[in-house]
């Protein structure tokens, strides 16, 4: 300001002539200070001078020498001369102002006239606002109604629809076909007798009154006639050569509604057809049965009776008692052989009677067993699985069962007292454990308790026999078994066969009764046996019989399967001492001087302080006379074990044994003879060990 002030003092501003002068008219602005005035207060001026003391303006002024009086003049002129230009610039503006102030006029006036039109808009709208809900309120009643409407009309609809009874419908119920339109129709009026019943509403209407008499007709009638149809159809299973799981699937299933109906509509009539059913499939299914097992009765093998025991002497049954019985028979009372291939044939098809008949086929009786039990699972199966579809229940499987049951408990009670096969029976037990695995396969319970019956029965049968066998071992008369022949004895062969057969049956089960029992049965075994070998005179002969039977043993039992157990390790172990002995007894009956010498002199040091010293005169007549006849021995010995034992190689085994162990001896003997003064002599009359060794290898070479 002080600078604007300054510059306007320096270059006073010229007024255009034609400008209106406002200084001259109004004169010169004076402000005297009155200096003596008590209303100026000087407090804070001290703040205000400290203030300013800083500031560049006043700084500026101070230092020029300036008198602020003169100051504040200048500045007040120039403020005027600036506001007398101000207001000649608004009277140069007048026509434009008057101008602008004449359209501010017209558009206030303009604005007026629309706020009015707007306010009678306004008024307007809010009338319209006003009938627009209404309207709402009214179209919302409206949908409010409609929708209670339509909901009636569906209710009402389908109450029309549920409780009216179509001609069409009348017409099958009454004159239709059992078909399946019929059932389609036999369920619209299931539906329409359930609503009738059912339903609260329609108690209390009237048109129950009209439609229930009708409806209770068609009822009747529908009963009546698919009881008829069920019934006929029912009979048909009765007829000869009906292929019946055809004639359920294909027929009955078809139809299965029909039973449901009557459940549900008539309880005496279901009960009814129920009943039918169980007494026609009881009959059917006894019939079949009864007949199936008369036919293989046809075909049963005559395996073994109560005198086929292991311990039992041959000849008091031989005459009379198998007289007309093949001999190939006989060997599967104790051998298992083929017989094991009914285990793997379990899920074959059962036997078809006729066929094998016109073959001329037997069968043992586990053969026919798994027939019968095949046929029983499969038919038990298909019916069981129709009952709980056609019927929706499971317990009438087993009132229909009771029939097929009892004819096979029939039966099978009348072969079990009269079955003394023992591996028959093994086989069996088997064949139940295998079938109930099949039938916990297939997910099919019903014949749980029957197969489990069936187990229990066999079990004490087979204890029975096999004490029997047992029994026969213990108490056999030992006179009558003995032979005097050194070669295996049949009853060792039947133990042998029975207990391999009884292994190789129970490879996968590991009963441990079982096993418990066949320890008993070898233990009575080794007692005969052991009593039949003391009936030979020669201790020679009673370890070649012993040595003959454990060799046949363990060879029947390798058969089996390559791990006999423990009962084969107890025969090794036996064969194994006793051919220890016969070696023995074998060098002892050509060499017995050398035998002798070597045992009690050989080890005696010919040198020592011995009251009687070995001198070559002791030894000379043991090296010439083996020198003279080793060879023949030898050949003697082979003739001998040759002989001796029925298995080739067992007996080569032990001849090898023997001319090993003589070897053994001989060079023991060279050996003294070497200690001995003066035994150099004898090594003209010894035996090269090569030579004997020549000799070993000749035997050896004729395995």
Known sequence: ??????????????????????????????????????????????????E??????????????????????????????????????????????????????????????????????????????????????????????????????????????????????????????????????????????????TDPMVKDSKALKDVQPELEKLRQKAVSKVFDFIVQKLQALRKPKTNIQILQQNVLLKYKYIISFLKEHSKEVHLEVRAAYIDTMNKVLSAHFRA??????????????????????????????????????????????????????????????????????????????????KLLMDTATSEYLFCDEFFGEESIFYEIFAGPFAVIDEHFNSILPN?????????????????????????IPCLDSYLDKVNISLWPRFKMVFDMH?????NANVKLLWEDDSHPHYVMRRYAEFTASLIHINVEYGDGQLELNMERLRMAVDELLMKLAKMFSKPKLQIV?????????????KEAGPEGGKIQQHFEEMLKSNTGLFVEELLMEHFSDLIKFVKTRASEDPNGSNERPISVSEVEPIVKDFGSRWKGAIELMHKDVITSFSNFLCGMEILRAALTQLLLYYTRLSDCIKRINGGAALNKDLVSISSIMYEIRKYSRTF
């Open 292 to 373: 199936y097992i008369q036919a293989l009765e046809k075909l049963q093998l005559d395996i073994a009776t109560s005198n086929d025991l292991i311990g039992v002497e041959t000849r008091s049954t031989s005459l009379f008692s198998r007289g007309r019985e093949p001999l190939k028979n006989r060997s599967a009372v104790f051998a298992l052989g083929e017989r094991l291939n009914v285990l793997k044939e379990i899920d074959q098809p059962a036997l078809i009677p006729h066929i094998a008949e016109a073959s001329s086929l037997k069968y043992p009786y586990e053969v026919l067993f798994r027939s019968l039990h």
């Open 545 to 557: 019989f012993l040595i003959n039977n454990c060799d046949m043993t363990i060879a029947v039992l």
């Open 470 to 474: 047992l029994s026969s071992l213990r």
């Open 1 to 50: 300001m002080a600078e604007v002030a300054a510059n306007n003092a320096n270059h006073p501003c010229e007024t255009p002539k034609n400008v209106f002068d406002f200084g001259a008219f109004v004169g010169d602005l004076i402000v005297e200070e009155d200096a003596s005035s008590d209303d100026i207060s000087l407090e804070g001026l001290q703040e205000e001078l400290e």
């Open 52 to 197: 300013c003391k800083n500031d560049d303006v006043v700084a500026n002024i101070l230092s020029k020498g300036i008198k602020l009086r003169e100051y504040t003049k200048g500045v007040e002129h120039n403020l005027r001369k600036v506001e007398l230009d101000s207001i000649q610039d608004y009277i140069k503006e007048s026509d434009n102002l008057v101008s602008l102030h004449d359209q501010i006029r017209d558009c206030d006036s303009i604005l007026s006239q629309m706020e009015t039109l707007l306010s009678g808009f306004q008024v307007e709208i809010g009338s319209i606002s006003s009938d627009i809900k209404i309207l709402q309120e009214k179209s919302m009643d409206m949908g409010l109604k409609l929708k209670n409407r339509k909901v009636a009309e569906s209710k009402l609809a389908k109450f029309v629809e549920d409780i009216i009874v179509p001609p069409r419908m009348v017409d099958i119920i009454v004159d239709g076909e059992v078909n399946d339109e019929y059932m389609r129709t036999l369920d619209i009026l299931s539906k329409k007798l359930k609503f009738v019943d």
């Open 419 to 443: 079955c003394y096969d023992a591996i028959g029976l093994m086989l069996m037990i088997r064949i139940v454990h295998q079938h109930q695995l099949i039938m916990s396969r297939r997910r």
